[in-house]
């Protein structure tokens, strides 16, 4: 079914144009883009990934969701900004430029149907810049259009305490977490006995790394001969149910807060 892992009634694209013009409170209804990858995962993990965990996640949530708060899920926006990852088979990406005029075209879809809160739900940890670029962009054309360029993985959540302290620190793709939350979704999509664990060298500098404050540009064949950065072996379904719950429950937590915010005016 189209509307995949996100509850029939929650998902937008279900509704008739009557429907959407007669939702009440539109100004506070919260409507959700999430954005994912088709890109390489190792040699245990499909393409859709990202996609998966977003659309995953989100649909726990709304089941969870109080049915008083009004939110719905646009369809899945499978591809993104992948290039880091175009030097392994499979890998389709768009454009930084293409992905922006999606995403603002999308936004002002939505705005012009009435809506003022707007949600870029990205689980790609290759664009997380330019859902913040679109967001304020579409904020500085419609100041009254409340956008909220979020990660997936940022909610509050536990899954750092169920890794090991390394993998915590340097597992950045297709390891443990991602791996344990698509055994969890996608079983039958994952090959455990093709899993092999492997980190970034180190660099030859004590304050650059890959990620964090002080980055330096990078693609995947840099890091990795596998596609992989961290250690899947030690991935667990029952890992994977235990992170989907709590990211889940981290989201019901922010959908329920954009639903109540109010834009700061001075």
């Known amino acids: 079914m189209m509307h995949g892992f996100i509850p029939p009634n929650r998902f937008f694209p279900y509704l008739t144009w009557n429907d959407v013009k007669a939702i009440p409170d539109k100004q506070n209804t919260v409507i959700i883009q999430p954005v994912g990858a088709i890109e390489q995962h190792g040699l245990h993990l499909p393409l859709a990934?990202?996609?998966?965990?977003?659309?995953?996640?989100?649909?726990?949530?709304?089941?969870?969701?109080?049915?008083?708060?009004?939110?719905?899920?646009?369809?899945?926006?499978?591809?993104?900004?992948?290039?880091?990852?175009?030097?392994?088979?499979?890998?389709?990406?768009?454009?930084?430029?293409?992905?922006?005029?999606?995403?603002?075209?999308?936004?002002?879809s939505v705005y012009r149907a009435g809506f003022k809160k707007f949600v870029l739900m990205n689980s790609h940890g290759g664009q997380p810049q330019v859902m913040q670029m679109v967001a304020r962009d579409l904020h500085v054309k419609y100041d009254d259009f409340m956008v909220f360029p979020?990660?997936?993985?940022?909610?509050?959540?536990?899954?750092?305490?169920?890794?090991?302290?390394?993998?915590?620190?340097?597992g950045m793709h297709a390891g443990d977490a991602e791996t344990s939350i698509i055994l969890a979704l996608l079983p039958e999509q994952v090959q455990?006995?093709?899993?092999?664990?492997?980190?970034?060298?180190?660099?030859?500098?004590?304050?650059?790394?890959?990620?964090?404050?002080?980055?330096?540009?990078?693609?995947?064949?840099?890091?990795?001969?596998?596609?992989?950065?961290?250690?899947?072996?030690?991935?667990?379904?029952?890992?994977?149910?235990?992170?989907?719950?709590s990211v889940s429950d981290g989201w019901v937590k922010v959908i329920n807060d954009i639903y109540a915010f109010k834009q700061p005016q001075v």
């Open 49 to 108: 990934v990202d996609a998966a965990i977003g659309m995953g996640v989100l649909g726990k949530a709304l089941e969870k969701l109080d049915t008083k708060i009004p939110a719905f899920a646009l369809p899945m926006l499978y591809y993104g900004k992948s290039n880091e990852h175009w030097h392994f088979p499979g890998t389709i990406t768009l454009s930084t430029e293409t992905l922006s005029a999606t995403l603002i075209e999308v936004g002002e």
């Open 150 to 170: 979020l990660f997936t993985w940022r909610v509050p959540n536990i899954t750092k305490e169920l890794l090991t302290p390394k993998e915590a620190r340097q």
């Open 192 to 245: 455990m006995d093709k899993a092999v664990a492997e980190y970034p060298p180190e660099p030859n500098t004590n304050l650059l790394s890959p990620e964090g404050k002080l980055p330096f540009a990078w693609t995947t064949k840099d890091l990795s001969k596998s596609g992989v950065i961290g250690d899947p072996t030690t991935a667990t379904t029952e890992k994977g149910e235990q992170i989907l719950e």
